[in-house]
Antibody
Framework: QVQLQESGPGLVKPSETLSLTCTVS?????????WGWIRQPPGKGLEWIGS???????YYNPSLKSRVTISVDTSKNQFSLKLSSMTAADTAVYYC???????????WGQGTLVTVSS | QTVVTQEPSLTVSPGGTVTLTCASS?????????PNWFQQKPGQAPRALIY???NKHSWTPARFSGSLLGGKAALTLSGVQPEDEADYYC????????????FGGGTKLTVL
């Protein structure tokens, strides 16, 4: 059974950089697929942030590209998100997910709420 | 910036049929956009229902089907059940030099 679990701070100060990690169990990241991040502001819709292929190729939301870095650590079976220059508009539940291809995300983490506030 | 548009809300009676649509600001949606559909219930992570226009995951109930309709991607629910009340999101793939995917704004489906 594939499982994903997000971890990271629940509170980030404005202008700081958010760092989140997704730990995958039940499947080896190095075996394939894309691994992505999606967020959802409270009461609003889903926004795709970006994804990384198991080989390390990255794909980013054009509107967030200048602030986003996604990386993978196959030795720990984890992938990570860094989002810089955080503002209140970045307050959201952040999900990690396995993307089979073209956005078909079959397994998701439970999500972690990140609040941006001083 | 690419915009993907869905009906904000729809209401359907139990046992009825409803179709949700997904349009792209770039023009007609084709199979090359690999439309995906997700269901999300309150407090839960989204769940994948349909991929590549019309393909179902092993857990997708038979009453859900995906298609292309009038230049849009469509999700049809036939024989709606009370547990189908949820938010539904489509997702389209945009290829090219900066390939990426975009979620629609979501449709809140009420079963009443």
């Amino acid at each position: 059974q594939v499982q994903l679990q997000e971890s990271g701070p629940g509170l980030v100060k404005p202008s700081e950089t958010l760092s989140l990690t997704c730990t995958v169990s039940g499947y080896s990241i190095s075996s394939g697929y894309h691994w992505g991040w999606i967020r959802q502001p409270p009461g609003k819709g889903l926004e795709w942030i970006g994804s990384i292929y198991h080989s390390g190729s990255t794909y980013y939301n054009p509107s967030l590209k200048s602030r986003v870095t996604i990386s993978v650590d196959t030795s720990k079976n984890q992938f990570s998100l860094k989002l810089s220059s955080m503002t209140a508009a970045d307050t959201a539940v952040y999900y990690c997910a396995r993307d089979l291809d073209y956005g078909d995300s079959d397994y998701w983490g439970q999500g972690t709420l990140v609040t941006v506030s001083s | 910036q690419t915009v993907v548009t869905q009906e904000p809300s729809l209401t359907v009676s139990p046992g009825g049929t409803v179709t949700l649509t997904c349009a792209s600001s770039t023009g007609a949606v084709t199979s090359g956009y690999y439309p995906n559909w997700f269901q999300q219930k309150p407090g839960q992570a989204p769940r994948a229902l349909i991929y590549s226009t019309s393909n179902k995951h092993s857990w997708t109930p038979a009453r859900f089907s995906g298609s292309l309709l009038g230049g849009k991607a469509a999700l049809t629910l036939s024989g709606v059940q009370p547990e189908d009340e949820a938010d539904y999101y489509c997702l389209l793939y945009y290829g090219g030099a900066q390939s990426h995917v975009v979620f629609g704004g979501g449709t809140k489906l009420t079963v009443l």
